[in-house]
């Protein structure tokens, strides 16, 4: 099996690190063109070159944009104005309180999450439909199936990734263009890194080990019983962006490490 994406576009929100960086540069190394979006121009521009070094002569386009306002998706699309292959990767989260969580990060956390997703779907769905052929592929969480009582308004707004996603497949049914949603359990990235940095240095261990622990700890359901590689998840997203995932659509699709205890979703 080869996965060859020569001559598509893609484009991945929130793409300057962790999964949407990975997924950026496993896009590029099957020969598609890769737009990285950040909202800093120098993350952007290291994002570039980190998928440079490891991709060489990979196609690649950056852009400096919020991607969470309906501004700075305009100038996404007044740049790019097409796209075979969309990935809604941009996303947020933290760890807070459901009684703690005021109206305005509710709200946040929804045009972040899940509004910037309708967006750029609706704005790229209809050429897909045009030519015949398409990818929409929207990254959800595990959280969206189990909530955790710790990210209460993360969970909702990954499960209503999930919901957009059905409801579009079905919306685009007999066109060609496919839309799923990708469920990563808790993955090794640099926001982990960030989030165990004081219980490592409390417990000596090395980050990836503490972040096997908190795994195991926090996820007990786990099968893997360790975080995922970002190329674990990355690899899933670039087969369900390729022609060989023709009869897959409206799919959540899970790589999360077995945490979700169900024979389903």
């Known amino acids: 099996m080869k996965i060859d994406l020569s001559g598509k576009l893609a484009i991945v929100s929130g793409s300057t690190a962790g999964i949407g960086l990975g997924i950026s540069?496993?896009?590029?190394?099957?020969?598609?063109?890769?737009?990285?979006?950040?909202?800093?121009?120098?993350?952007?521009?290291?994002?570039?070159a980190s998928i440079r070094?490891?991709?060489?002569?990979?196609?690649?386009?950056?852009?400096?944009?919020?991607?969470?306002?309906?501004?700075?998706?305009?100038?996404?699309f007044?740049?790019?104005?097409?796209?075979?292959?969309?990935?809604n990767n941009l996303g947020i989260y933290n760890n807070v309180d459901f009684f703690d969580a005021p109206d305005d990060e509710w709200t946040r956390f929804y045009e972040v999450n899940v509004i910037s997703g309708v967006r750029l779907?609706?704005?790229?769905?209809?050429?897909?439909?045009?030519?015949?052929?398409g990818r929409v592929i929207f990254l959800s969480s595990e959280s969206g199936v189990a909530t955790?009582?710790?990210?209460?308004?993360?969970?909702?707004?990954?499960?209503?990734?999930?919901?957009?996603?059905?409801g579009l497949a079905k919306r685009l049914a007999g066109t060609g263009v496919t839309v799923n949603?990708?469920?990563?359990?808790?993955?090794?990235?640099?926001?982990?890194?960030?989030?165990?940095?004081?219980a490592a240095a409390e417990s000596?261990?090395?980050?990836?080990?503490?972040?096997?622990?908190f795994v195991r700890r926090a996820r007990p359901t786990s099968i893997i019983q360790r975080v995922a590689d970002v190329e674990e998840v990355a690899?899933?997203?670039?087969?369900?962006?390729?022609?060989?995932?023709?009869?897959?659509?409206?799919?959540?699709?899970?790589?999360?490490?077995?945490v979700v205890d169900s024979l389903t979703i």
């Open 53 to 76: 070094e490891k991709v060489p002569g990979a196609q690649l386009r950056g852009l400096t944009a919020d991607l969470g306002t309906a501004e700075g998706a305009q100038k996404l």
């Open 204 to 213: 000596g261990r090395s980050l990836r080990d503490e972040a096997d622990a």
């Open 121 to 133: 779907s609706r704005h790229y769905v209809p050429g897909m439909v045009e030519q015949g052929w």
């Open 78 to 87: 007044d740049a790019e104005p097409r796209a075979d292959i969309l990935v």
């Open 25 to 48: 540069q496993s896009l590029a190394e099957s020969g598609a063109t890769v737009v990285v979006i950040g909202r800093d121009t120098a993350k952007v521009e290291q994002a570039l």
């Open 148 to 166: 955790p009582a710790d990210m209460i308004n993360y969970g909702v707004t990954k499960s209503a990734n999930l919901a957009v996603s059905h």
């Open 235 to 258: 690899h899933l997203v670039t087969y369900i962006a390729s022609p060989l995932s023709s009869a897959t659509t409206g799919a959540a699709l899970r790589v999360d490490g077995g």
């Open 181 to 198: 949603s990708i469920l990563p359990g808790p993955t090794y990235t640099d926001g982990v890194e960030a989030m165990l940095k004081d």
